[in-house]
């Protein structure tokens, strides 16, 4: 944190900063707080009620109530003030799920090998994000969804005037994941056919997805390498979200110019991503952080500037990006045309 010396605690709480998470991480997969949603329990009740000893179950218990994730009086343990739509399953605004996206086991084996990334100046590890069919993306594109909503609504809004006038809207999907911006435009635009362009193993979960949209009639299979693969089209709106920076300028504007060609002359393309600004690290810290996952876990992946992103879009022949902030995210919608 900018202006705040580095003290003895500071440090110490950031060493052991895994450890919450390995809390957080291990109360959400066990179901400590769906069972705590039924009211105040001993940890001889919970332990019980989940089938583990009761001397873990206490110890964990106790560390959950020292970190704010349960509360602890006269021996029994209930949920804090707050957690009840977060963490536990059923809720809608659930976000339990997320330690299988945030705190996988994949990003951690990724990062332990960090020091050997900053030598290599990218990853080294043997099955990384670029991995074709790597399982990691899978629970991305299951568990996902809930960040994702508030930024697919910002695209579904930002294309809305433009799209109530077009008979077509054939919308191609890059690198979809869930599926869920592609899926909310076709909720949105009732002539919307989405073509939905991932590896095999993850297109499985944008059909759930799509189901519980009510559009999976709507919804088409490009499976594959999205810099292989034959695209189709022409489309209307071409997506390309959260996938850029898994690469270099140079390779990125690659994608965009393999694209380019499958969009109608008067279609748009979207981009969605971190972007780096001018600020000082300190001020705007999550990109930063983001780019370290990103050396760790890709070759020559990191957040990109909002400049880099203009300038691929327009060696990719694409012209006048919109930039739309997403609030209360760190996420930047980028809305542009063909220049031709
Ligand atoms: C961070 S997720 C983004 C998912 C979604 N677009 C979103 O905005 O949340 C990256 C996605 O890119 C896919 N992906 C990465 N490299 C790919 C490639 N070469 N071809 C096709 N899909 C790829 C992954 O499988 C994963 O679903």
């Not at 029994?76 to 997320?98: F, I, N, R, T, W």
């Not at 069919?133 to 609504?153: I, K, L, Q, S």
């Not at 939905?196 to 490009?222: E, F, I, M």
């Amino acid at each position: 944190m900018k202006g705040v010396a580095i003290s003895r605690e500071s440090l110490f709480g950031m060493m052991q900063a895994y450890k919450v998470t390995s809390l957080l991480k291990t109360a959400v997969s066990m179901g400590v707080f769906d069972h705590l949603a039924a009211g105040p329990a001993s940890a001889d009740t919970v332990a019980r009620g989940l089938g583990c000893a009761p001397r873990g179950m206490r110890i964990l218990l106790n560390a959950l109530a020292a970190v704010g994730l349960a509360e602890e009086r006269d021996g029994h343990y209930a949920l804090p003030p707050g957690a009840e739509p977060l963490l536990v399953s059923g809720s809608p605004a659930y976000l339990g799920d997320m330690v299988k996206v945030m705190s996988s086991d994949w990003e951690w084996d990724a990062l332990k090998r960090l020091d050997d990334a900053v030598r290599r100046g990218g990853t080294v590890m043997e099955v990384h994000a670029e991995t074709p069919g790597y399982e990691y993306w899978e629970d991305f594109a299951a568990y996902a969804v809930a960040v994702a909503r508030p930024t697919a609504d910002v695209v579904a809004d930002a294309l809305k005037s433009w799209a109530s006038g077009r008979d077509t809207m054939d919308v191609l999907d890059v690198a979809c994941g869930h599926g869920l911006y592609g899926l909310t435009l076709a909720q949105r635009n009732p002539q919307a056919q989405v073509w939905a362009l991932d590896w095999p193993n993850v297109l499985t979960q944008v059909d759930r997805h799509a189901d519980q949209a009510g559009v999976a009639d709507r919804v088409h299979h490009v499976p594959g390498d999205m810099f292989e693969v034959p695209l189709g089209g022409p489309y209307d709106v071409i997506l390309v979200t959260n996938v850029l920076h898994h690469f270099s300028e140079e390779k990125a504007g690659e994608l965009l110019a393999r694209l380019a060609p499958a969009l109608r002359p008067d279609g748009k393309i979207v981009l969605v991503g971190f972007t780096l600004g001018d600020e000082n690290p300190a001020d705007d810290p999550a990109p930063h952080l983001f780019s370290i996952l990103m050396l760790a876990w890709t070759f020559e992946g990191e957040v990109h500037s909002i400049e880099a992103y203009d300038r691929m879009l327009t060696r990719a022949g694409f012209t006048g990006g919109r930039r739309h902030d997403v609030p209360g995210l760190a996420f930047r919608v980028l809305v542009a045309s063909r220049s031709e």
